[in-house]
């Protein structure tokens, strides 16, 4: 090795993650609702780079409100194994309105959930946060569903944007079952809207 070779210093790819695939994903992380109620919606889709290349490597973490409207959740429905203290998955009972979700070799991710019910000057929405290999900072948007038109022209966040920022925000009903694409795209052409909280 020359001396050339010993002096570069490391790039931000080599050294920002991926560090979310190891402990953060468990088993049933994108079952919201309990298998077999009535009402459950599949929300899905893709992780694209400022290329539109899949992103193999995401995490994906959903909070949404209940089919009420309430943001109050419940405590957990995580079960642990009584013999290593690993996790088993979910209980299958409650809902916590809370999904963590890693994308697949294709970028792809899976939830299945319920649609959230409006909260008072909002349009229904799954809050969403993006982790993914070369984000300093984890990204924040919203998953709005199709056909709330008045509820979306009420939305202050809707609201404010134009008309082409505002369809990133806004999933694809893909068939009469309850299927919903939403994909996320980080950069580049028809990039998601991303939220900042300060």
Known sequence: ?????????????????????????????????????????????????????????????LWQADTDGDLAGAPGSMRRDPVNGGHLGRNGVDFTGFARVATDADGHWTAHTFRPGARAGHAPYISVCVFARGLLHHLFTRVYFPGDTQAHADDPLLASLDAERRETLVATAERATGSYRFDIRLQGEKETVFLDFQ
């Open 1 to 61: 090795m020359t001396d050339e070779h010993t002096s570069l210093q490391p790039t931000p790819s080599h050294t920002v993650g991926p560090f979310y695939g190891y402990a953060l994903p468990f088993p049933g992380g994108g079952d919201v609702a309990p298998a077999g109620r009535d009402g459950t919606v599949t929300v899905h889709g893709h992780v694209y780079d400022g290329s539109g290349a899949p992103v193999p490597d995401a995490l994906i973490e």
